[in-house]
C-alpha cells in the first residue's frame, strides 16, 4: 500500500499537475487510510475488499468527522483504488461501485451588499498597508477570488486598462477574471503608491506584498478579512465568504449561471448550482451590468 499511496501521489503531483497544498491534503488522507488498513491486516490494494473500505467510512463517522469531511476522504479513497486498478497495481476495484455519503445540503454563507460595503470601509488610511488592505478586499470580492489565488496573484497578470486579471486556480489552471469599477480603482491606487513602499530590493513579482516586501501569506489574507469583519459585528469572517457574496450578487443582478462558472473557475457547473436558490427575474451575461460595485 505504501508503495501504491506514493505512485498515486506522484500522478497527481506530475501529471494532474494537483497543487502542492492538495498533494499534501490527498498525502494526510491516505497516510490515514492506510493506518486503518495495517491494522485490519491488509498490506496490498488486493487485500482490500468493499465491506473493509465501508469499515474506514463508518470509522471516520465514529471519530467524529464532518459528513462534508467524511465524503471528500472517502471520494480519495476512490481514486487511489481507481488509479490502482488503471496502472496494474491491483486486478479491481473494491471501491468502484461504493457510493458516496450523502450530505445535508448547506448553503454558502453570504454577505448582504450593505454589509459588504461596511466592510471595505473599515479600512482607512492613506498608507501603503491601508492602501493593500483595502485592495485585497475589494479584488476578493471583485473578482471572486479564492485566497490562493489572490497571494499568487503576479503583476504580469494584472491587465486593468483591459478590465481583466490572468488567475491560476485549481491544478494550475488559468482563467480569466473581469475586474471592474471600485475593485480595479482601489487595485491601482495601491498599486501605483502603496506597493512601491512595500517593496524592497529583491522583492517577488507578487502584486500583494507584506511589510518586509515578501509575498503576502495566506494566514495575513485571513486575519485581514477577520479583523473587517470583526469590526462590522460578523466574527469569524472567512475570505471564501467574499467569494459566495460576489457569487450570489452577480446571481441576484442577473448574471447567467455559467458565466458565474467561467469567472469563479468552477470546472462543474454543478458546483456553481448551489447559489441558484437565489430569486432571479431575469438572465443577463453582463459583469458590469451586475456587479454592485462594477456599476459604482
Same mark, same amino acid.
Not at 474506514?56 to 465524503?71: D, F
Not at 473494491?94 to 454589509?115: H, N, T
Not at 469590526?231 to 446571481?251: E, N, Y
Given at each position: 500500500?505504501?508503495?501504491?499511496?506514493?505512485?498515486?501521489?506522484?500522478?497527481?503531483?506530475?501529471?494532474?499537475?494537483?497543487?502542492?497544498?492538495?498533494?499534501?491534503?490527498?498525502?494526510?488522507? =491516505?497516510?490515514?487510510?492506510?493506518?486503518?488498513?495495517?491494522? #485490519?491486516?491488509?498490506?496490498?490494494?488486493?487485500?482490500?475488499?468493499?465491506? =473493509?473500505? +465501508?469499515?474506514?467510512? +463508518?470509522?471516520?463517522?465514529?471519530?467524529?468527522?464532518?459528513?462534508?469531511?467524511?465524503?471528500?476522504?472517502? !471520494?480519495?479513497?476512490?481514486?487511489?483504488?481507481?488509479?490502482?486498478?488503471?496502472?496494474?497495481?491491483?486486478?479491481?476495484?473494491?471501491?468502484?461501485?461504493?457510493?458516496?455519503?450523502?450530505?445535508?445540503?448547506?448553503?454558502?454563507?453570504?454577505?448582504?451588499?450593505?454589509?459588504?460595503?461596511?466592510?471595505?470601509?473599515?479600512?482607512?488610511?492613506?498608507?501603503?498597508?491601508?492602501?493593500?488592505?483595502?485592495?485585497?478586499?475589494?479584488?476578493?470580492? &471583485?473578482?471572486?477570488?479564492?485566497?490562493?489565488?489572490?497571494?499568487?496573484?503576479?503583476?504580469?497578470?494584472?491587465?486593468?486598462?483591459?478590465?481583466?486579471? /490572468?488567475?491560476?486556480?485549481?491544478?494550475?489552471?488559468?482563467?480569466?477574471?473581469?475586474?471592474?469599477? #471600485?475593485?480595479?480603482?482601489?487595485?491601482?491606487?495601491?498599486?501605483?503608491?502603496?506597493?512601491?513602499?512595500?517593496?524592497?530590493?529583491?522583492?517577488?513579482?507578487?502584486?500583494?506584498?507584506?511589510?518586509? &516586501?515578501?509575498?503576502?501569506?495566506?494566514?495575513?489574507?485571513?486575519?485581514?478579512?477577520?479583523?473587517?469583519?470583526?469590526?462590522?459585528?460578523? &466574527?469569524?469572517?472567512?475570505?471564501?465568504?467574499?467569494?459566495?457574496?460576489? +457569487?450570489?450578487?452577480?446571481?441576484?443582478?442577473?448574471?447567467?449561471?455559467?458565466?458565474?462558472?467561467?469567472?469563479?473557475?468552477?470546472?462543474?457547473? !454543478?458546483?456553481?448550482?448551489?447559489?441558484?436558490?437565489?430569486? /432571479?427575474?431575469?438572465?443577463?451575461?453582463?459583469?458590469?451590468?451586475?456587479?454592485?460595485?462594477?456599476?459604482?
Amino acid at each position: 500500500m505504501d508503495e501504491a499511496l506514493k505512485e498515486y501521489l506522484s500522478y497527481l503531483r506530475i501529471e494532474r499537475g494537483s497543487s502542492p497544498r492538495t498533494v499534501e491534503a490527498y498525502g494526510r488522507d =491516505l497516510r490515514d487510510y492506510a493506518a486503518f488498513l495495517a491494522d #485490519a491486516g491488509a498490506a496490498a490494494p488486493d487485500d482490500v475488499d468493499r465491506a =473493509l473500505i +465501508a469499515a474506514y467510512e +463508518a470509522s471516520l463517522i465514529e471519530r467524529g468527522y464532518a459528513p462534508s469531511s467524511v465524503k471528500r476522504r472517502v !471520494s480519495v479513497v476512490k481514486g487511489l483504488h481507481r488509479f490502482c486498478l488503471r496502472e496494474g497495481l491491483a486486478a479491481g476495484n473494491p471501491a468502484d461501485a461504493l457510493p458516496l455519503p450523502k450530505v445535508p445540503e448547506r448553503l454558502p454563507d453570504v454577505l448582504s451588499i450593505d454589509q459588504v460595503e461596511d466592510l471595505i470601509d473599515t479600512v482607512a488610511g492613506d498608507d501603503a498597508r491601508a492602501l493593500r488592505d483595502r485592495a485585497l478586499l475589494e479584488v476578493l470580492y &471583485g473578482c471572486g477570488l479564492r485566497v490562493g489565488e489572490l497571494v499568487g496573484l503576479d503583476g504580469d497578470a494584472v491587465f486593468l486598462d483591459d478590465g481583466f486579471l /490572468r488567475v491560476t486556480g485549481k491544478g494550475s489552471k488559468e482563467r480569466i477574471a473581469p475586474i471592474a469599477g #471600485a475593485a480595479s480603482r482601489a487595485l491601482a491606487r495601491y498599486l501605483g503608491e502603496g506597493r512601491p513602499a512595500l517593496a524592497r530590493p529583491g522583492s517577488p513579482g507578487a502584486v500583494f506584498l507584506n511589510a518586509r &516586501g515578501g509575498r503576502l501569506s495566506r494566514q495575513t489574507v485571513h486575519k485581514v478579512v477577520a479583523r473587517a469583519g470583526q469590526a462590522i459585528g460578523v &466574527g469569524g469572517l472567512h475570505p471564501h465568504t467574499l467569494r459566495h457574496s460576489f +457569487a450570489t450578487h452577480l446571481l441576484e443582478g442577473g448574471a447567467d449561471l455559467r458565466v458565474i462558472q467561467e469567472i469563479l473557475g468552477h470546472s462543474d457547473i !454543478s458546483t456553481t448550482q448551489v447559489y441558484t436558490h437565489i430569486d /432571479r427575474t431575469h438572465l443577463q451575461a453582463e459583469y458590469h451590468a451586475a456587479h454592485p460595485r462594477a456599476r459604482r
